[in-house]
């Protein structure tokens, strides 16, 4: 059966595609009516009559695997020291000023900015751990899903995808039962988050589906974690949860549970493909191989650890034992996947006085970029509960366009492509960007970019003054 495009049935033509992870020329790619891949064909020399002709290099789009979307109201405000000391817990306690003042409104309002951001960083899904639920002095809201849907409106209005991860959030710490005053908005038990993610993945809303999250083992004890993963059973949903982000955390597990954080989540937890580890920071080997034989993924969010100074992952380690590896930009003091993946190599090569660390040349795999781009992106969609993703059948037709006339891709060879997109370009050098193979991004710009930047404007202003 031939390729053909109506307007139901989009059908594209790139010159030039990352399919199996390699360049490939001429590709043919055949959405369906609902907005999937249908069939991608390499070798064709010429664009099929009515096809769209993309005007540059095309890869697969990127998932953000994890994302805290109100802290970009709080990006470049924490950058001085007022005492001797300055780490993530004092970081946290400044951030919760926005989490305690934003209104449904202004999240909305900085989520559709943030997501914007995320589509020129060459984001096409986000998978969002959601632990605002409740309103500023922390009594319920009349419908306790306000706060996420403030959050799919702000996707809705950039037209990203969206992953909402509803967060378990019970207690300040191993040692206390309650939360503090500054964390009464988060508070929730596990029937209120089951019955928040059933909502939303029933909404029947456009590029939206959910899963479950807990924030971490000092903010929810075993018993609730217990009854949350009863109350999801068997489903076919992604679970999200920090783990072993700071030394300090992995103290105090082992002072109250006698384990380092990994070692009980994967000997206390029926852990399996649908998990994904957060940070995992500080993690020895044989807490990887343990996570390795569950088939859990984890997620790694180099510009925020680098940010909150947590430390270096041990990137060659997950590596060597096949843990799949997504990529997030939690507090979004960067939203360009390209930058978080040189970050996350530049980390490994101060750290170890070495280059190209993630590549496996013995395993045909000399290419860093390659091997940590196509890594992430498969490891993403399986974070964000899709079942396939890429330029691939039964994917979401969701792509990018690379704009050859960024300085840091001028001229270069056709091979090298995606090596320069990662380490040569200060911004992700993205045209134009297709998501349900529907365009979103056209020259760099979103159609709405101007009246969410307004809002923003208006959000930011209401929050911190002028």
Not at 58 to 82: C, D, I, K, T, Y
Not at 407 to 433: E, I, Q, Y
């Amino acid at each position: 059966m031939g390729l053909t495009a109506s307007a139901k049935t989009p059908l594209f033509w790139a010159p030039l595609a990352w399919v199996d992870g390699q360049w490939q020329h001429g590709v043919c790619l055949q959405a369906d009516t609902s907005g999937h891949w249908s069939r991608i064909t390499a070798g064709t020399a010429t664009a099929p009559e009515h096809a769209t002709v993309l005007p540059g290099p095309v890869l697969p789009g990127m998932v953000n695997a994890h994302s805290h979307a109100f802290q970009r109201a709080f990006a470049g405000l924490s950058e001085r020291r007022a005492s001797d000391a300055d780490d993530f817990w004092s970081w946290r306690d400044r951030m919760y000023g926005v989490a305690l003042r934003i209104t449904p409104a202004q999240l909305r309002a900085v989520a559709a900015q943030l997501y914007v951001e995320m589509l020129q960083g060459g984001y096409t899904q986000v998978c969002e751990f959601h632990y605002l639920h409740h309103s500023e002095s922390g009594a319920a809201y009349k419908d306790p899903s306000t706060l996420a849907w403030a959050v799919a409106d702000g996707a809705a209005d950039a037209g990203l995808g969206l992953t909402l991860l509803p967060v378990l959030y019970e207690r300040a710490g191993f040692a206390q039962d309650q939360l503090r005053d500054d964390q009464r908005r988060f508070a929730g038990t596990p029937s209120f988050i089951a019955d928040l993610q059933k909502t939303v993945q029933a909404s029947g809303r456009a590029l939206v589906n959910a899963g479950v999250s807990i924030h971490s083992l000092r903010a929810a004890s075993g018993t609730s974690i217990a009854h949350l993963l009863q109350a999801v059973g068997e489903q076919d949903l992604p679970i999200h949860i920090h783990i072993a982000e700071q030394m300090q955390e992995v103290r105090d597990c082992l002072a109250h549970t006698g384990q380092r954080p990994i070692a009980w989540l994967t000997r206390k937890l029926p852990l399996d493909a649908r998990w994904q580890l957060v940070h995992a920071t500080h993690a020895i080997e044989g807490e990887i191989e343990a996570v390795a034989s569950s088939g859990a993924g984890i997620v790694i969010c180099p510009s925020t650890e680098g940010n909150l100074g947590d430390g270096f992952a041990n990137l060659p380690v997950w590596l060597q034992h096949g843990v799949p590896m997504a990529l997030g930009s939690d507090s979004h003091v960067c939203r360009q996947w390209n930058e978080e993946l040189r970050w996350l190599e530049y980390g490994q090569r101060l750290l170890l006085q070495r280059r190209n660390v993630a590549a496996l040349p013995m395993q045909a795999e000399g290419a860093t970029a390659a091997r940590l781009f196509d890594a992430a992106m498969r490891s993403g969609g399986t974070a964000a509960g899709q079942k396939q993703w890429g330029l691939v059948a039964g994917a979401r037709a969701d792509l990018l366009v690379l704009d050859t006339q960024a300085p840091g891709l001028l001229g270069l060879p056709t091979g090298h492509l995606l090596d320069a997109t990662v380490f040569a370009c200060d911004k992700a050098p993205v045209r134009d960007v297709y998501v349900a193979a529907r365009c979103v991004l056209f020259q760099g710009r979103h159609a709405q970019q101007d009246a969410i930047a307004q809002r923003f404007v208006e959000a930011m202003q209401g929050l911190w003054g002028h």
